[in-house]
């Protein structure tokens, strides 16, 4: 399995903006398609978007469309999600998955949560 390194939280107002990357622990990524997930305290890991870096696809959950956008840097093996308008609800530890060549959408981001294992994230906190 892939391994992914996110990065790039931090502690931000309300109606902040904070910009998280997500990187293979190789040089580049071998799967095509990247989820971003997040855990609140207290409350089940959620997905918040996905991209097929192969055409773009993406996929927001209701919550965040809209404030966040998710993108892929061939170049520099990286896919970020930019998050703007951020609220108090959008803390959580932010976690980066891959879903092998699946194209993204709900039914990928649901497989992927099913996964035992996660990395360290990167914890983001939006103060009111």
């Known amino acids: 399995e892939e391994q992914l390194v996110e990065s790039g939280g931090g502690l931000v107002q309300a109606g902040g903006s904070l910009r998280l990357s997500c990187s293979a622990s190789?040089?580049?990524?071998?799967?095509?398609?990247i989820g971003w997930f997040r855990q609140a305290p207290g409350k089940e890991r959620e997905g918040v978007a996905c991209?097929?870096?192969?055409?773009?696809?993406?996929y927001y959950a209701k919550s965040v469309k809209g404030r966040f956008t998710i993108s892929s840097d061939h170049a520099n093996s990286r896919v970020s999600l930019q998050m703007n308008s951020l609220k108090p609800e959008d803390t959580a530890a932010y976690y980066c998955?891959?879903?092998?060549?699946?194209?993204?959408?709900?039914?990928?981001?649901?497989?992927?949560?099913?996964?035992?294992?996660w990395g360290q994230g990167t914890q983001v906190t939006v103060s009111s």
């Open positions: 998955a891959a879903g092998g060549r699946v194209p993204c959408g709900i039914g990928i981001m649901t497989i992927i949560l099913m996964k035992d294992y």
């Open positions: 190789g040089s580049t990524f071998d799967d095509d398609t």
């Open positions: 991209i097929s870096r192969s055409d773009n696809t993406t």
